[in-house]
């Protein structure tokens, strides 16, 4: 890597445009037909391999209901032609005061399906496969807690939300449910810096996981 770097370094800049084009190329041959090939996720079909990520839209209302904002990005994504489409992240907390702002939409209980199966459906009416994203805020919400002070009841209780959402997000409409793992508690649980729990903070990510159903 040092040698590689050290020639880069010594190279006129347009070849070393040149050299880092023809590297790249040569990693992604592909024919441009494979990218609209259909594949395989979770047992469905994805009609072609272009995906949208999992992006928090800041759209929908301060109720933690879907707002036709959102629902109108959907629609405009599923013009697009994207064959997978992934969620914001919902909240799985029942009480909202936990999202990660007011903005976040929730799944923290029944009265939430309704307005979350119209996204599913939206992203089913253009034949996209929809997947839910789901998220504890912890820290990063609007009421921030020190993950390390939680007791093991409340990170069962924690783990029983996740799966609750899962079931809700199935009953919504989603073929796919997707823990949000970059910020809130699914990142801690997982963080070198967590000092106490380790053990049961490890043995509750496993159950969340093994407890969500699946489908067949």
């Known amino acids: 890597m040092f040698l590689a770097f050290s020639w880069l370094r010594s190279q006129p800049y347009y070849l070393i445009v040149r050299y880092i084009l023809e590297t790249f190329t040569k990693n992604i041959n592909m024919k441009i037909t494979d990218k609209f090939s259909p594949f395989n996720i979770n047992g469905k079909i994805a009609k072609n391999r272009f995906i949208r990520s999992a992006t928090n839209s800041h759209l929908d209302n301060i109720d933690g209901t879907i707002s036709d904002a959102e ?30 702002d007011i903005a976040q939409p929730s799944i923290g209980n029944d009265d939430f399906i309704p307005g979350i199966s119209k996204v599913a459906d939206k992203i089913h009416e253009y034949g996209a496969i929809a997947i839910a994203q789901i998220s504890m805020a912890g820290e990063k919400g609007l009421t921030p807690f020190d ?62 996981a093994f407890a969500c159903p699946r489908k067949s």
């Open 71 to 100: 629902i109108e990005m959907y629609d405009s994504l599923g013009k697009g032609d994207v064959g997978t489409i992934i969620t914001g992240h919902f909240s799985v907390a029942p009480d909202l005061a936990y999202r990660a």
């Open 147 to 208: 993950f390390n002070e939680l007791s093991t009841d409340r990170m069962q209780e924690i783990r029983d939300w996740f799966v609750e959402a899962t079931v809700r997000a199935q009953k919504a409409g989603f073929e796919v449910c997707r823990y949000i793992s970059h910020i809130g508690i699914c990142l801690k649980l997982l963080s070198i810096e967590i000092k106490t729990y380790v053990e049961t903070a490890m043995e509750v990510l496993m159950q969340t």
